[in-house]
Each structure stands twice: as structure tokens, then as C-alpha cells.
């Protein structure tokens, strides 16, 4: 697990401060992190770990902390 106890890394949606245990999403292109709240709650807007769209009917993945 990486340590971000000092990191001062702002959500790519909203651009407030991510802190460490804040929940949410890494970016599958490696530009950000985005608090859960902000990726919204359609699973249509959500890619699998390769980029790809979710299956059809599938739940969005479980946020996880920073």
C-alpha cells in the first residue's frame, strides 16, 4: 500500500484536496484519483481495469481509499 500521508493530490473532478482514506477511484489512465462521490452512481460512466465499458447490467465497481 502507498503512503500519501503527505501528498497534496487534488480530485480530477471537483479539484478539492484528496486526503489519505478518502474514498473514490483511481483514473485507468493513471491522471488522477476522483472522490467516489464525485464519479457519480451510473455504471454507464464506469470502465473495467482495462479501459473497457462494464458490461451490460453490471454494478459499479466499490470505491477504495486513497
Known amino acids: ?3 500519501h500521508e503527505h501528498d497534496t493530490t487534488e ?3 471537483c479539484g478539492k484536496t484528496i486526503r489519505p ?3 473514490g477511484y ?11 462521490d ?3 452512481t451510473d455504471p ?3 470502465t473495467d481495469a482495462e479501459g473497457e465499458p462494464l458490461p451490460k447490467g453490471a454494478s459499479i465497481p466499490k470505491p477504495y481509499p486513497y
Open 1 to 3: 500500500m502507498e503512503n
Open 11 to 13: 480530485c480530477v473532478a
Open 21 to 23: 482514506g478518502d474514498l
Open 26 to 36: 483511481g483514473d485507468v489512465n493513471n491522471s488522477g484519483f476522483m472522490h467516489a
Open 38 to 40: 464525485c464519479a457519480g
Open 44 to 46: 454507464e460512466d464506469f
